[in-house]
């Protein structure tokens, strides 16, 4: 298929197809970050995860909106303080749900399945109610829409970039609490061992709290940046759930580098494959590689070595 | 024939290493039928790991461990036992769930395949069998007990039982005194002294008393090496044990 | 309080306000009740071993103390502050340490990081030098994940973690569970030491009565549930508690 | 002389075996019972997960694709029954199923062939999905992956047949699945009459996967199920291959949710891709949970009870029923975390046992598992 | 003065002397619902009026909804439901091809009466089902014809969601292509799982191969990630043709006109068409579900099914089905939104087809409007 192109064609084509990897990276990073927290450091099968990504896209809905509304003059800046805002909503509810469920489930991880499971058909059920079962459109400011033409065949989109921003901000900051912050020795503590880590004098319920509520804040962040390439409807969320839990078992549930590393990996497998082959035939091959390599590697990519 | 002599497991320039860490190096060691062999060494030695490489649980760097004539590194965890090695662990594995009798049925080695294992057949003699290691381990009385109810100890001899009843060869034991009262281990050092005739043992563990009461032969090891190794009597004089083992 | 009197039995109510203070404890597991009302006190500075065979409730009356296991009836005093009551981390904060039977190390956290969750409770930030004195072996394998190492050096680990957060009162269960007996005879020494120093009281459950014999001011023994003998050292009768522990 | 378990197996395969056989049947009507007739397909799918996931602590989220590939070699089969010539005169390749015909194929792809038999198909529906369960079990027992991996993985399985099926709908007739089927060898599967047939062969089938589930679970094999559960390094060091038995319990569910998907085919009269995707695999998983986990029977009635609700909630309040659904599953694992079946082990066991007692034993040495 | 009910019902309807009962069969739950509710709407409308107008052989509508779910096979049961359980006189429902196909064995064994309103591909003519939407040739010859000539396009590009309804569009597009538009070809083909939300990778190869004309047959929530990637990649669909026939009013809630603005899309009904009748509709459709809705092709067509069973209804003189089916063919309603409705004895819609341009508020203007109704052609020769 690449004969009879001009070799600037091809270049071009070469730059913006790595930038597509790069971006789908972004994407599935952005989806797992989140549940590397609830899922990897947690051990929560957190299936309603979808659903919280949704809810950070509803705020961000909602704010769009209220800045149309009432402030058109701040409409190009809206943006930020939604997805700072779907942080909030998100990371709240996501509390609430670890207060009024999951800290019942810490001893039977598998029921935590069951039970996220019907929080997602809740979910799903409060945004039919509120914001009807149709998508609703999120308008962004005309400037991210547009792209940046680095030459005459090469267009850079922004909103992919700002994606990409979003996702290398968010991974900082997970990076930071988790491995160089006292919090992310306690989190890590409480995981491993909840009632030592009880017994060593960490608040386990703080911990436990604040940090399902910081891994549902990340979905919502995703959700919000979602809305600059994907749709926001009731069921959306079901779409991601596989992918999302595929790319943090391949990862290794321990590490972030692995969900980082296979966030990649996948990612690029997808992107390329997807311009030699129909889509459905990338995704089948993409998905039989990880699992052939999961079986291989069962605890995953970055697998910590401790001894059983 | 040479065979007679020949000794029961052999193990020769085997070393692990983790992560460029050797826990175990170079190490070589014969055992011989009927003996009763105790490691011991400081903590993080590399006993239990020397264990681990003889069960299969850990593959070997490099090295050779040869049982009866056959290279072991080379077999999966489960035809090592079959060869005839038994292994109880550092904590007491039993099935919680299930109860004495049948703890002991399950490690029967008869109805091993999934499909002997699904048209299996308790019969007089297997009952007889559960019933003549059970007074070995001195549970007896216990048969009907959830293993879940059972004390600490008894759950050790349990599992000790569990191993003896598969007719091992060769019986490793992790630590099995540990955790276990005065009396108790009184009972142990009996059970063992008893359930040599024609196996060997390798034991470790770190309550001298113990080991003085149970020991043929004992191998000192220090960072995956053996610093000491012969009778009781002249380990415990050898001052490198007292130094970095014993203490003063 | 001079510890080094040797405190007779019966004057323990004597000793003032005692450090810990456990009344009338009754603790079950579901329906089963394993503690049977167990009266218990520990004096400041005090180092208290608890014997008793197996399965006759060390462990159950340890875990109710540091909040594991949820009380039944009765009541725990540390320092004059009732606890009965406070999740774990809250008797932590007021001042009491636990090292499981097990060691329970972080398995995937370095050695240091394993000291260093102890520290969250006092805020500190960094890992007093004094426990790498107590204990050189940890600065060795500082980085060393916890799983990774011996059940020995775990042991060490457990207890310096425990440290780590500035005790009142030190809760050992079985500590010398599969360590090697160069570390056990330091440990009586250490332990000891520790005491000294931080004017901390310990409470030690053990079945070797070598090493309890070693470190006790004062032994107690348990069994089906209730505290049925105590003796200060000097009045020890190690006929009598052999036959305690034996069946 | 009967144990006291044995004769709680006998009463409790009864009273379900009356309910199905008598009191369903004389109280409800045909379409009803047809309903009833679809949930209990799904049976043969949860009470496989009750060994696997129950017994053996292997939580499979994938079990849609043996009930769908069941009910695929059952399609098939009807389908090509339906394609007769003279049915399908119009196509451009009259003889072909009617959606090959619309993908522009034009014979008969090599691998649909064989569907043509009758015998093929009944044995392709227990044999296709248990071969798919022994390769995937193989490659993934064998390598020791386990618990949530192993769930997640399932899921991708799952997601990755759905993706393939969609996606050569030429030969799978892709979303819409496999419709318009009619004959039997000849038999019209969709009056009431072979509807009623159809239950009672459902009923009846389950039943027998039931006895044997039940001696499966009886058996030393059971037990070693049970103990890998709880001790897999135990049992390995006590000389099993454990991968084997993972893989043989792993392949027998399998071999049942065939059973259960080719009746569902037969009941329903299509089948569609939805079935092998992820979501009706974990609802399976639910019916599971919601009649708990550990017990066969009450499996079956967590499969009842949760469509039976689905049905009715949905009908009555079409616009909020998920809020209804959502709420069910929640309550069950916060409040019942052993699922129906606990509820009745603390309610009605101990006067049962106080029945059924009389001069009935204790197996010796045996902590017995209830059905 | 309504005729008794022994003489309208003789095959055990659900009909009594002033009521008689008809279902509603759509997802409301599940991914489908937001395609599917405009359906509902309308056919609440529809029914809304016609009780008010007497209702039909003077009894009232009563209506039974049933959740389809998004699931063929609960179609399947709730149809089976509505039709055996419930003897619903008339069945108002379904969306995408699959759930038809799910219901057409239930519709056909119990004789029920469907009203179909999506546009969709063709390739079946069923007794028992009156097609209100467009069949795939009606929709989509006209609209090639139109951008053939008006944009001199030359190359097509395919796209669509991957299932029979987008496939069989784009085969028999490719067909109209290849052998009727001269010196025309397809120069590239794909299609994507519904749901899918990743298109960086196609719109890189649609730059690469710079077609004259995108044809999208994306359908639901993927829609809204392909035109959003679309506008960020620098596609400027006001420069760049793309025809779908598969946006309508609806899907542009949720991409955002200022998205898709400059898009054609084909198809019968646009919410802007300008007549009293559509205003009128369009007026009592805000009125009943609110100043914001929006009203789709799928949603008019939906509209049209209460209505024209009424018709056929009183043509026939009774409520049986077999009688209304036979009454059916020839049936005509006058002022409908969409203008001129006539049922083909092949159970299609006569209908003419409408090409609109996207504007940023989410409406279209019609720019192209075929001079004749177009006769519907379920199974086109040398299309297939
Ligand atoms: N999987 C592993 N990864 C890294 N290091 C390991 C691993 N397994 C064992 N080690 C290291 O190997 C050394 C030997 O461990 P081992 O458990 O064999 O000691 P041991 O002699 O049994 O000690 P103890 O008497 O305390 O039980 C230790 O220093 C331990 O940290
Ligand atoms: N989780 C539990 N559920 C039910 N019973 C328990 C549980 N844990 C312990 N027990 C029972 O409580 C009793 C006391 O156990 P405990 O562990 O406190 O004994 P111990 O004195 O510490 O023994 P050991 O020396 O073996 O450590 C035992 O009979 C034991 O069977
Ligand atoms: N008929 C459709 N659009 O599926
Ligand atoms: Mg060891
Ligand atoms: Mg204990």
Redesign the pocket.
Known sequence: MLSGYSFNDLASIFVMQSFAGLILFSVFLLMALGLAIVFGQMGVINMAHGEFMILGAYTTYVCSYIFAQWMPALFGLYFFIAVILAFIVAGTVGMFLEWSLIRFLYKRPLDTLLATWGVSLILQQIFRSTFGAREVGVTLPDWMMGSWNLSETIQIPINGMIVIAITLLITIVIYGLLYKSGWGKQVRAVMQNRTMAGDVGINTERVDRFTFGLGCGVAGVAGAAFTMIGSTSPTAGQQYIVDTFLVVAFGGTESLGGTIASAFSISQARSILEFFLSGSMAQVLVLLTVIGILMLRPQGLFAL???? | MTIQNDPLLSVENLSVS??G?K??DDLSFQLEKGEIRVII????????????LICGR?KATSGSIQFEGRELTRLKEYDIVRAGVGRKF?TPSVYEDLTVFENLEISYPSGRSVFEALFFRRNKEIVHRIKEISEMIFLDKQLDRKAADLSHGQKQWLEIGMLLIQDPALLML??PVAGMTVSERVRTAELLQRIIQSRSVLV?E?DMGFVEKIAHRVTV?HQ?RIISDGSMEHVKNDPKVVEVYLGH | MDTKSDNDVMNIPALGTPLLDVRGLHVAYGASEVLHGVDLQIGHGEIVVLMGRNGMGKTTLMKSLIGNLPIREGSIFLDGKQITYLPAYKRVEVGLAYVPQGRMIFPTMTVKENIETGLFVRREKSVPENLYDIFPVLRE?GS??G?????????QLAIARALATRPKVLLLDEPTE???PSIILEMAHTLKKIRDNSGLSIMVSEQVLSFALDIADRILVIEGGNIVHQTTKANVDVDLLTRFLSV | MLSLQNRKDILFLSILAAILLIVLPMGLDAFRLNLIGKYLTYAFVTIGLVACWGDSGILSLGQGIFFGLGGYCMAMFLKLQASTLEATKNQSTPGIPDFMDWNQITALPWFWKPFHSLSFSLIAMMVVPEVLAVVIGAAMFKHRVGGTYFAIITQAIASVLTILIVGQQGYTGGVNGITDLRTLDGWDIRTDHAKYILYYVGVFLLLACLLLLRFVRKSKLGRILRAMRDQEDRVRFSGYNVANFKIFIFALAAAMAGIGGALFTLEVGFMSPTFVGIVPSIEMVIYCAVGGRNSLVGAVYGTLLVNWARTSFSESFPEIWTFAMGGLFIAIVLFLPGGLASLYQNYIDPYVCRILRGNGRQTPHTVDKAI | DAPSTAAVNTTGLAVTDDTVTVGILHSITGTMALSEIGSVEAEKLAIAQINESGGVLGRKIKFIQEDGASDWPTFAEKARKLLENDKCASVFGCWTSASRKAVLPVFEQYNGLLYYPTFYEGLEQSRNVIYTGQEATQQILAGLDWISKEKNAKTYYLLGSDYIWPRTANKIARKHIENHLKGSRVVGEEYFPLGDSQFNSVINKIKLMKPDVIYAIIVGGSNVAFYKQLKAAGLDLSKHNLMTISVTEDEILGIGGENIAGAYACMKYFQSIDTPDNKKFVADFKKMWGEKSVIGDVTQAAYLGPWLWKLAVEKAGTFDISKVIDASPGVEFKNAPEGYVRIHKNHHLWSKTLVGRARTDGQFDVIYETPELMEPNPFPVGYQ
Do not use: C, W, Y
């Open positions: 070595k401790v001894r059983r | 983790f992560d860490f826990a175990v060494g400081p903590n993080g030695a590399g006993k239990t790991t020397v264990l681990d850990t550092q992790d630590e470790i770190h090891l995956g | 394998m060393r994940r799983g990774n190492l011996s059940g020995g050096q775990q042991q599969g360590i090697q």
